[in-house]
């Protein structure tokens, strides 16, 4: 029995350990004040397969995958899976009747070896060579997302059959948001823009090109957005783009893949993309577009990656010491760092922070959570509240790290990257063992 339990009225006032909308569904505390995950402990965790380690909660992911099918029934709900990628994940993603988008040909191969069917496949990519897009032709994936001038003339010399493709286009949507990443406007790497024809004009050439069979438009405006509003703007324009194709060429394109970006909480208050709000935003907008221009309504695609992945995975981190420096901070060192986490380094990346194996009772403590390797912004959290009594051998669990933290890991220092540890229903398996040192020299012929 707790206080609250002894006190009810507490309950509206007391702020919980864990909050629920940063860590996996399936987070909970045992009477020990261990962090469980899918009914598995932690300490359980770091104990069989030692730290670092990326925890992934399966049902966490599963359920996410269901939560978009059930709010987007009438679209195609594809996983990027830059965000995440094993074969173990590519066959959640199978099994869970969603499709997947890879930008290498490893991604393309890890999704085979999944079971993803090819058809169900969307190859993405700024640069992909001619060895990739030869791959992905010859495997017969679903769609190719053409991004640039020279990838038409590529797959005019490499295609043998029909082969779906979509332009991708660059609206000139600017997001404005906190932590928001703007992918959509003009002056940026990737598609082509709306803006002088770009995009009108590579419609024309494709369509000019034998075996390529132009579907529809593909954007992505940015990552991060809690604010559904700008997909809707994103539908608008490129309803009407896809109306003028329609009076140039007589083409009726039927496909609309508006990407993903969809934002997730990592601290406290961070705001998310609500599912419901955002599908009822695009929805009216695809009803108030095509109206307007008298167009077919087409199929509707998205692409969410972080948003399924990202608040599935925990990672788990043993703290080495801890040392306070005179009048300045008090840093605690974990055996972990830029290297399995390199976000916070690249992106000022934000995250929440868990003392895993016990309770935190007692005083606390404002302290930064510093990694192992030889940079001073080898950081994985920056002021923050922890025990004041936390000491060498304690275990931190970082949440919400199942997006770009496997996917982004470096071998920085010559540290092997963690393996990916499955817990569901109160066992774990290894979806990816660690990398170890002769991993490392088995690549240098020196």
Not at 101 to 109: K, N, P, R, T
Not at 243 to 269: C, F, K, M, Q, S
Request: net charge neutral; aromatic share 4%.
């Amino acid at each position: 029995m707790t206080l609250l339990d002894i006190l009810p009225s507490l309950r509206g006032t007391t702020r919980p350990r864990l909050d629920p909308n940063i860590w996996p569904l399936t987070t909970g505390v045992d009477e020990l004040g261990r962090i469980t995950v899918g009914r598995v402990a932690l300490t359980d965790i770091a104990d069989q397969y030692r730290t670092p380690a990326y925890v992934l909660g399966e049902t966490d992911f599963r359920t996410r995958a269901r939560r978009y099918r059930a709010a987007l029934p009438q679209a195609a709900v594809v996983y990027a899976g830059k965000s995440l990628l094993t074969t173990a994940v590519a066959r959640w993603v199978a099994e869970e009747g969603l499709g997947l988008d890879v930008c290498s040909a490893a991604e393309l191969a890890t999704a085979l070896a999944g079971g993803v069917d090819p058809a169900r496949i969307v190859l993405h990519g700024n640069a992909k060579s001619c060895d990739e897009l030869r791959n992905a032709i010859d495997v017969g994936v679903g769609r190719i997302v053409i991004d640039s001038p020279m990838e038409i003339t590529y797959l005019a010399g490499l295609v043998r059959r029909p082969q779906p493709v979509l332009i991708r286009v660059t609206p000139d949507i600017d997001i404005h948001g906190h932590r928001a990443v703007t992918t959509g406007v003009t002056d940026q790497k990737f598609g082509f823009a709306l803006a002088d024809r770009r995009a009108a004009r590579a419609a024309a050439r494709i369509l000019a090109t034998p075996n390529l069979d132009l579907v529809g438009l593909h954007c992505h405006i940015g990552s991060q957005i809690s604010d559904p509003a700008p997909y809707g703007e994103a539908v608008h324009r490129l309803i009407g783009a896809m109306a003028d194709i329609r009076t140039e060429h007589g083409v009726l394109l039927t496909e609309l893949n508006i990407g993903g970006g969809h934002g997730v909480p990592y601290v406290r208050g961070d705001a998310a993309l609500d599912t419901g709000a955002f599908a009822a935003v695009v929805d009216d907008a695809l009803t108030t577009a095509c109206a307007a221009e008298r167009f077919q309504r087409p199929r509707l695609v998205v692409e969410p990656g972080r948003a399924l992945s990202a608040r599935a995975g925990v990672t788990l981190y043993r703290v080495c010491g801890v040392k306070s420096q005179p009048g300045g901070r008090t840093f605690v060192a974990v055996d972990g760092g830029m290297s399995d986490n390199p976000r916070v380094a690249l992106h000022g990346a934000k995250y929440t922070v868990a003392l895993a194996n016990r309770h935190p009772l007692g005083p606390s403590v404002v302290a930064t959570v510093v990694g192992r390797h030889c940079e001073a912004g080898d950081e994985i959290v920056h002021d923050v509240e922890l025990p004041a009594d936390i000491h060498a051998g304690d275990l931190l669990a970082v949440a919400c790290t199942g997006a770009y933290q496997h996917s982004m890991a470096s071998t920085y220092n010559m540290v092997g990257r963690p393996p990916v540890v499955a817990v569901r229903d109160g066992a774990s398996r290894m979806l990816v063992r660690r990398e170890t040192t002769a991993d490392l020299l088995s690549r240098d012929r020196g």
